[in-house]
């Protein structure tokens, strides 16, 4: 079986990539298990969402590098969500580790190429807060009606 990764790009950065992949992988769904639990401290906890943020941003800089720019966008997206865990680790959820073990998911199934990239309401979100630079410091819902809004407009604008 073919594989994306390998149609796109040299073959000796898709391995780089296909390996640091791997590593990047295990790291942020060992780090989004161990934030499931109980913290033994906030110093902790400070440095599990540290390693989390660092292993997200260098993934971005990999799909970057491999010009996977749709999927670091909505790396980027995650990494601007945990950027304020990181003063105040109360604002971690395990829904963002649920995103990033369902965004390495779908990152994967697309380099083995058993899928074919489509937009995720997190990359529109993403593309929308670019153009407003409003978006995460509202509410989700205000978020979601936004980018709802946004997209309907966009879609009467592309077909009249």
Same mark, same amino acid.
């Given at each position: 079986?073919?594989?994306?990764?390998?149609?796109?790009?040299?073959?000796?950065?898709?391995?780089?990539?296909?390996?640091?992949?791997?590593?990047?992988y295990q790291?942020?769904?060992?780090v989004t298990?161990?934030?499931?639990?109980?913290?033994?401290?906030?110093?902790?906890?400070?440095?599990?969402?540290?390693?989390?943020?660092?292993?997200?941003?260098?993934?971005?800089?990999?799909?970057?590098?491999?010009?996977?720019?749709?999927?670091?966008?909505?790396?980027?997206?995650?990494?601007? !969500? $945990? /950027?304020?865990?990181?003063? *105040? =680790?109360?604002?971690?959820?395990?829904?963002?580790?649920? #995103?990033?073990?369902?965004?390495?998911?779908?990152?994967?199934?697309?380099?083995?190429?058993?899928?074919?990239?489509?937009?995720?309401?997190?990359?529109?979100?993403?593309?929308?807060?670019?153009?407003?630079?409003? !978006? $995460? /410091?509202?509410?989700?819902? *205000? =978020?979601?009606?936004?980018?709802?809004?946004?997209l309907y #407009?966009?879609?009467?604008?592309?077909?009249?």
């Open positions: 079986m073919s594989n994306n990764i390998e149609n796109n790009i040299d073959p000796d950065l898709a391995q780089t990539f296909t390996q640091e992949f791997a590593e990047i790291k942020i769904n060992a298990r161990e934030l499931e639990l109980p913290a033994e401290n906030s110093v902790q906890r400070a440095e599990q969402i540290n390693t989390l943020f660092r292993s997200i941003h260098t993934l971005k800089g990999n799909l970057q590098l491999v010009q996977f720019n749709d999927f670091a966008m909505e790396v980027h997206a995650l990494e601007n !969500l $945990l /950027t304020p865990c990181r003063a *105040d =680790n109360s604002k971690y959820t395990n829904n963002l580790g649920d #995103q990033a073990r369902l965004l390495l998911e779908k990152i994967q199934q697309f380099i083995t190429g058993k899928l074919n990239y489509k937009p995720t309401l997190m990359h529109i979100i993403m593309a929308i807060n670019r153009e407003t630079n409003v !978006l $995460l /410091t509202k509410s989700w819902v *205000d =978020n979601f009606n936004v980018a709802i809004k946004h #407009q966009e879609h009467k604008r592309k077909n009249n």
